[in-house]
């Protein structure tokens, strides 16, 4: 008898056993077809040999329908997929779907269908099909692509298709990509980045699992550093994954690797099409994708034959994915490193505190670049105490930014504001009757974005036309703007200096790869004096004639008590600061603030990292937090509000009572109301030394909920 044990994609099932029929071969990874049910399910085998006894006797097993042609998962990313489901607390079934996320790479062979307009326009036009026709213009994709594009259902394009508007074309997804020449454009390296360099090259070529934090001020050339480990992975014929935060910043990075191999790296995020995506799952499967450029998913993929990890901006909590399985890309790409046997570079200007304590204790070799590259000095850093400097009312750059914008604009030179906030304000409200606009779904204020008229959720997507009148009480042109958005301080500058070209930047204007490709360009072109952007600027830039940063609001993150809020505007401002004086003109930093006392300011305008550091670590150590003490989240969540509430209290009612394991709570969590779901939380706090998984599953395992009930685990939560 061949039984094997499965992992299927059904959240709600664990593994499933089968029967291997006659002359089908499988080996564990093996991608395979199963009945369930009626239906067919994609499945990886998952236990070959040594199965645990199982209730279904074997004369009752279903067997296999198919193995798909596609390599097997191999060994150290089914180890992966073991280690996350253990410690963050899910399935296996759920980490390994991220596996296998392209399901449509699996089957069949290489070639797609897509459809593009044929040109042919009949003189008669349904509104749909005149909509579509527009929107669709140099578009190419799947029925459902261009549905989505052009917002009408699939069945009017398929009508399309059957009018000659739309045509088929069959696109081979299993065409090679380019190969990058490792020699391509090898830079000069200077002393200290060659040393660092030299390491990781080293460790490549060793195939060893050796972990480094690239540790370099910002303009150092990281880049340029951890490039010459690629080199040496393709050198060796092995591929590498390069791992970045924030998909719309790819562009420069694409542009810098081609430069430096000749082509491009293959991309791999959530907006790739599914053609794209099959394409590049295969060639990553079948070792022929040499480097991939990823967001966190990538991490997955199933790469035959990996040499090397790059974790750039490794700070960034953008790797903490915060639904479905809650994994930090970060620790993940270490730990697939290891198992691959391969290095990991963390790359970053301001590492995580986890991070620097992990070099600390000998575990991560830390290597240093202390300087900017080709002899551009940090900028310098300045204070701006805004309880002394007041803007005017209803505006929000303190005299002294101002002058030094206009300095800046007389000398022809570039400034960057920062804001880590989109829209125009965060909040609306009823001159009348104070009636403030929140999101039906979320406890969140509605964010007005004036470009786009409309009053958006950042949360959950949720937008309207601002109203003529207030729905409360029914008065017109009531509507008052509360606090600042980037897009009304664009306005500001444009007021304060009219000669000015203003770009704004936040992930509603860069909102494709060519729109970031355009912008880079005007700003190298100096077409551009002032950019005033969110987060979305403030890494991967490098444009000369920067000599000025203004941070607009440096408290902003420190509201909220969330213990890494200090950690988190170090990092923010730091990195935004590291955008000016990258060419041969010194740069400035003006911060605004009104704690000009806080530790986190006064490390930054002094330039002690190592202050920030330190206090930074007493604080956790005090609060029993990473790296010292561990915690974990447990959110309850349903639409009713009152099962939500019991259910998580019926939790915090069954808490472990261990020594060294603290429960908080539950009470409404951070967002008390989100999708639509309410949200409770329970936090927990432990020693290093406590299996906290363990305790967690079986804390949690004997529970049973209603339906409409959610429960996730949150281990080693972003904010706590
Ligand atoms: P970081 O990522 O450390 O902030 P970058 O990698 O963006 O720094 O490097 C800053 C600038 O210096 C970039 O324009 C980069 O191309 C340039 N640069 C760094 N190292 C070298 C080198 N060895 N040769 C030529 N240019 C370099
Ligand atoms: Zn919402």
Redesign the pocket.
């Known amino acids: 008898m061949n039984r094997v044990r499965c992992l299927v994609f059904n959240a709600a099932l664990g593994p499933l056993d089968y029967r291997v029929p006659e002359g089908m071969t499988v080996e564990p990874g093996s991608v395979v077809v199963a009945p369930l049910g009626p239906r067919q399910i994609v499945g990886v085998v998952w236990e070959a040999e040594r199965l645990p006894a199982s209730e279904v006797p074997d004369a009752k097993l279903r067997p296999l329908l198919q193995v798909l042609p596609v390599p097997p998962l191999a060994a150290p990313l089914r180890r992966l997929i073991e280690w996350c489901a253990d410690y963050y607390v899910t399935s296996l079934a759920s980490v390994a779907r991220m596996a296998l996320s392209s399901s449509a790479a699996l089957r069949g062979g290489g070639t797609v269908t897509e459809y593009r307009l044929t040109g042919h326009e009949p003189a008669r036009l349904t509104p749909q099909r005149a909509q579509a026709l527009d929107l669709l213009n140099g578009q190419q994709g799947t029925i459902r692509e261009l549905a989505e594009i052009a917002g009408v259902s699939d069945a009017v394009l398929r009508g399309m298709v059957n009018a000659g508007i739309l045509e088929a074309v069959l696109v081979d997804s299993d065409r090679p990509y380019p190969a990058p020449d490792p020699r391509h454009a090898e830079?000069?390296?200077?002393a200290e980045?060659a040393e660092a360099a030299a390491k990781m090259v080293a460790a490549v070529e060793a195939h060893e699992f050796r972990p480094y934090l690239l540790d370099?001020v910002?303009?150092?050339?990281?880049?340029?550093t951890y490039s010459e480990a690629i080199a040496a992975a393709i050198a060796q014929g092995r591929q590498v994954l390069v791992l970045l935060p924030e998909i719309a910043l790819t562009e420069s990075f694409l542009k810098?690797f081609e430069a430096r191999f000749g082509v491009p790296p293959v991309t791999w995020h959530s907006s790739l099409k599914s053609s794209e995506r099959r394409r590049a799952w295969r060639q990553v499967a079948f070792g022929q994708a040499r480097v991939v450029v990823g967001a966190r998913s990538a991490l997955f993929l199933p790469f035959a034959r990996l040499g090397l990890i790059v974790v750039d901006e490794a700070h960034e909590i953008s790797f903490k994915q915060d639904d479905g399985v809650r994994y930090n890309a970060r620790d993940v790409a270490v730990m697939r490193a290891h198992f691959e046997s391969v290095p990991v570079v963390l790359a970053s200007?301001t590492p995580a505190l986890e991070s620097l304590q992990m070099a600390e204790a000998g575990r991560y070799e830390r290597l240093v670049?202390p300087s900017r590259?080709?002899g551009a000095t940090l900028p310098d850093i300045r204070v701006v105490d805004l309880r002394e400097q007041q803007p005017p009312r209803g505006q929000w750059l303190a005299p002294a930014l101002v002058d030094a914008l206009k300095d800046r604009l007389l000398k022809g030179e570039q400034s960057l504001l920062f804001l880590n906030r989109r829209g125009y304000a965060p909040l609306t409200l009823c001159r009348t009757c104070g009636h403030r606009f929140q999101c039906p779904n979320c406890s969140a204020w509605l964010v007005e974005h004036r470009l786009s008229r409309r009053l958006a959720c950042h949360h959950c997507g949720y937008e309207v036309p601002p109203p003529d009148a207030c729905p409360e009480c029914g008065e017109k042109d009531c509507l008052v703007a509360c606090g600042p958005g980037v897009e009304r301080i664009a306005d500001e500058v444009a007021a304060i200096l009219p000669q000015a070209r203003v770009a704004l930047v936040t992930s509603d204007t860069l909102t494709s790869p060519a729109k970031a490709a355009e912008f880079v360009a005007q700003a190298e072109a100096k077409a551009i004096d002032v950019i005033v952007g969110t987060q979305l600027v403030t890494k991967g830039f490098?444009f000369p004639e920067l000599t000025l940063v203004g941070v607009v609001d440096a408290d902003m993150g420190l509201e909220g008590g969330d213990l890494r809020a200090a950690e988190r505007t170090y990092q923010q401002v730091a990195q935004v600061a590291?955008r000016a004086g990258?060419g041969e003109k010194p740069g400035e930093v003006l911060i605004q603030t009104r704690h000009p006392d806080a530790p986190v300011i006064e490390a930054l305008a002094s330039g002690d990292r190592d202050a920030f550091y330190a206090a930074e670590t007493e604080a956790r150590r005090e609060a029993n937090a990473p790296p010292f003490g561990r915690w974990a989240a447990i959110i309850v969540s349903s639409e009713d509000e009152a099962e939500a509430r019991d259910a998580a209290r019926a939790i915090g009612g069954t808490a472990p009572r261990l020594k060294d394991v603290l429960v908080l709570g539950p009470a409404p969590a951070p967002l008390s109301l989100l999708r639509g779901r309410y949200r409770y939380r329970l936090l927990i706090n432990a020693r290093r030394s406590t299996e906290l998984q363990r305790v967690i599953r079986e804390w949690l395992d004997p529970l049973r909920f209603a339906p409409g009930v959610r429960v996730a685990v949150d281990v080693d939560p972003y904010s706590f």
């Open positions: 830079p000069d390296l200077s980045q370099g910002t303009g150092s050339g990281k880049t340029e810098r200007a670049l590259f080709g490098h590291g990258r």
